[in-house]
Every structure is written in structure tokens, then in C-alpha cells.
């Protein structure tokens, strides 16, 4: 896989179940680029299964550096979320929150149970889920006269160069995004432009 692409998915997916000696788990994946919505997912799914008698789960957050939790939710240790983390490495996607859901079924599953349990859930709702590719980017700012918006115009629509953002007036500024392994390319196009100043946001 190229260096500047990485996968995730793009909605949750919803309660995909498993059922082990009574026990049910409940698989969810949200897609999360941060703490917070993380946050306010758990909180959620809390609400929602307040009877369950664990919540356990694991995330991954980032492209280039990556930030990860497991976590057991009074499960043994490593039963339950360093499983459902394992899935988040062998699918591997990221910005992603896998929560698996525990109705406890009244029979002990041990903790070879626990871990097949939570990594089926994890992997059912992996499974479940639309994972798609996205390029990692740089974004940049370019400043110039009006006069030359056609020729930057070229420069961007050659290169695949996506705008994100546009105030057009007598000085003209555009956000661009560019894909990472073509930043540089794009950068000295612009650089060399005379006219244009670009800068790195």
C-alpha cells in the first residue's frame, strides 16, 4: 500500500451480534477522527444497552501518528479490548471506535471464551462496516491577483488538486488539499509561479 493512503469506514454500523453460552455481544464501529466523538459515542451506547453488563473497547485515531486505547471494562485484563484492538490492526483501518456490548448470560466463558467473543463481535462489526480508502493530504494556501486565475486554475485542475475553500475578490486566496506524495510537486509549481505565493496551513 502507498505510504499516503489509509483505510477507515464511513458510518457506523450497528449491533451486530454474537451469541456465546447465553452471553450476547454486540459489535459497533463508528468512525472518529477524535477523544471527544469517542466520547459521546460511549456515552451513547451506554444510554442506549444500560442494562449490559459491559461495554468494553478499543480505538485507533490518526494517519501518520497513530493513537490508540483498549479497553476491558472490568473484563479480565486483555480479554476484551486488546482483541477488538487486534481487529482494528488486522482490518487495518483507523479512525475508528469499535464497541463490543455484553448481555451476560449467567455461564462463566473463561477468558479463551472472553477473547474469541470480543475479537467475532469487533471483527462481525468490521465485517458489517464500508471500508474505504483515503489519501492522507497537506493543505495549502495560495494568494494572487485575479489577473492569473486561469493559469492557476490549469496548474490545480492538471495536478487533481482538490479547493477546499475560496474567497475570490480582487486578491484571490484558495485553500487546496493535496495528496501527500504529490505536496512537493504541487508546492514548487506554485513557488516558481510568479505571482502566487503559497504557504503551508
Known amino acids: ?30 468512525p472518529v477522527t477524535n477523544e471527544e466523538q469517542i466520547k459521546q459515542h460511549l456515552e451513547a451506547i451506554k444510554k442506549e444497552h444500560y442494562a449490559a453488563r ?7 485515531i490518526g494517519t501518520e501518528t497513530l493513537q490508540y486505547r483498549a479497553n476491558d471494562d472490568g473484563e479480565p485484563n486483555n480479554s476484551a479490548g ?5 481487529q482494528i490492526q488486522s482490518f487495518e483501518v483507523t479512525n475508528i471506535l469499535i464497541i463490543v456490548v455484553r448481555y451476560y448470560g449467567g455461564v462463566k466463558l473463561g477468558v479463551g471464551g472472553l477473547i474469541n467473543a470480543y475479537r467475532t463481535g469487533a471483527q462481525l462489526a ?5 471500508i474505504i480508502e483515503r489519501t492522507i493530504n497537506k493543505e495549502f494556501q495560495l494568494q494572487f491577483e485575479y489577473k492569473n486565475m486561469s493559469k492557476v486554475m490549469r496548474i490545480l485542475k492538471e495536478n487533481d488538486v482538490a479547493i477546499t475553500n475560496q474567497k475570490l475578490e480582487l486578491d484571490c486566496l ?8 504529490h505536496s512537493s510537486k504541487v508546492f514548487d509549481l ?3 509561479f ?5 504557504k503551508e496551513l
Open 1 to 30: 500500500m502507498e505510504d499516503d493512503i489509509y483505510k477507515t469506514i464511513t458510518k457506523p454500523t450497528q449491533g451486530e451480534l454474537f451469541k456465546d453460552k447465553n452471553s450476547k455481544f454486540y459489535g459497533f464501529a463508528f
Open 54 to 60: 459491559h461495554w468494553c473497547y478499543a480505538y485507533q
Open 82 to 86: 486488546m482483541p477488538i484492538y487486534g
Open 126 to 130: 468490521l465485517v458489517a462496516s464500508k
Open 174 to 181: 484558495l485553500e487546496i488539499s493535496v495528496r501527500k506524495n
Open 190 to 192: 506554485f513557488s516558481q
Open 194 to 198: 510568479f505571482g502566487v505565493d503559497i
